[in-house]
C-alpha cells in the first residue's frame, strides 16, 4: 500500500500541491498517494486525527489552519517555533513532528533560482504578520547588511523584531519614514502583506524601489498584482511572484517526509509566468 500524505485547507480546490507532490514522487521513485483534504472551519483537528487513523504519514497546511496546526503539534521545531505556525507535519507513532518551510524555501527561491544572494544586500521586508515571521529566521541567517521591517503599526514590527534580535539586527519602520529615505536604496523588496490577495496595493512609496531592485511578490496566480504593477512603473525590470516559494516549501516538505530532495525546476518553470519582463522568467 502506497505511504499517504494530503494538503489541509479550507478551500483547498485551487491548490497545486497535490501536482507538484505527485510529481515529485514520479520524480524520484517514490511510492506514495497524495490528496487534498477540505477541512471544515474549527474542523481541523478532526480531520487530522481521522487522517492519521487512516494510516496518513504527513501533512501539508495551508489557509487557514497554520495556526491550528501549531496547536495540534507534539513537537515543535525551532522554524515552527519562530514562526508561530506550522505548514508541514510528520506522524511518528503518536508524536505529531511540525516544522515551517515557508521562509527556507523563500529564500532557497531567491538565492537558487534568481542569484540574489542577501548577504550584504539591503533588504525591504513589506508586513509584520504570519509570512514575515517565517522569512525572518531564514534571510538573517543569509547576513543581509539591512534587514528593515515596514509595517502599519510599527509596535507589531518593534515586536517581532526584539522577538527575532538573538538571530541578527532587524530595523523596524513605518511607511511614512520610509517615504522619506533616499531614493532607491534598497537591492531587495518583498511584499509579505496580504494585500495582494485582496487586489490591493501596500502603503509602499514608489520610492524605495530603484532600476535594479529585485522585487519579490508572496502571493502566486495573481497575475501583475498592484505590487508588482507600483515597481514596474518605478522602473524595475527583475522579480517574480511566490511560485517558486511554493515549489520550494514543498521539495522541503517532502525531502522532510522521504529522505530524497526532489529538483524543482521543471515544476517551476511548467507554474510560471512572466510578470515584469522577459529577464523576470526563469531559465
Not at 74 to 102: C, I, P, Q, S
Not at 257 to 283: C, F, K, N, Y
Amino acid at each position: 500500500m502506497s505511504d499517504r500524505y494530503a494538503v489541509i485547507g479550507n478551500p483547498i480546490g485551487h491548490s497545486k500541491s497535490p501536482m507538484i507532490h505527485r510529481a515529485f514522487a514520479a520524480q524520484t521513485g517514490q511510492d506514495l498517494e497524495y490528496t487534498a483534504i477540505e477541512a471544515s472551519i474549527g474542523g481541523f483537528a478532526a480531520a487530522v486525527t481521522g487522517f492519521r487513523a487512516q494510516g496518513g504519514r504527513g501533512l501539508n497546511i495551508t489557509a487557514p489552519f497554520k495556526l491550528d496546526a501549531f496547536a495540534y503539534a507534539t513537537k515543535l521545531l525551532e522554524r515552527a517555533r519562530l514562526a508561530g505556525a506550522t505548514n508541514a507535519m510528520l506522524f511518528v507513532g503518536d508524536e505529531v513532528e511540525a516544522d515551517n518551510f515557508d521562509g527556507v524555501g523563500l529564500l532557497r527561491d531567491l538565492e537558487q533560482n534568481h542569484g540574489i544572494l542577501l548577504r550584504g544586500k539591503r533588504v525591504l521586508l513589506l508586513g509584520a504578520g504570519g509570512a514575515a515571521r517565517g522569512a525572518l529566521q531564514p534571510f538573517l541567517e543569509a547576513r543581509p547588511a539591512e534587514l528593515v521591517i515596514v509595517n502599519r503599526t510599527v509596535a507589531k514590527a518593534n515586536a517581532l523584531g526584539e522577538e527575532f534580535a538573538p538571530y541578527g539586527a532587524v530595523i523596524t519602520t513605518d511607511y511614512d519614514t520610509l517615504a522619506a529615505e533616499r531614493p532607491g536604496r534598497y537591492d531587495v523588496v518583498v511584499n509579505a502583506t496580504s494585500a495582494s490577495l485582496r487586489g490591493e496595493l501596500p502603503p509602499v512609496p514608489k520610492s524605495v524601489f530603484g532600476k535594479t531592485s529585485f522585487v519579490y511578490e508572496l502571493a502566486y496566480g495573481k497575475g501583475l498584482t498592484p505590487f508588482l504593477h507600483l515597481a514596474r512603473d518605478a522602473g524595475v525590470e527583475r522579480g517574480c511572484d511566490g511560485v517558486g516559494m511554493l515549489v520550494e516549501q514543498a521539495a522541503e516538505a517532502f525531502a522532510w517526509w522521504r529522505g530524497v530532495r526532489p529538483d524543482t525546476r521543471s515544476m517551476i518553470e511548467q507554474l510560471t509566468v512572466p510578470l515584469l519582463s522577459p529577464s523576470a522568467v526563469r531559465h
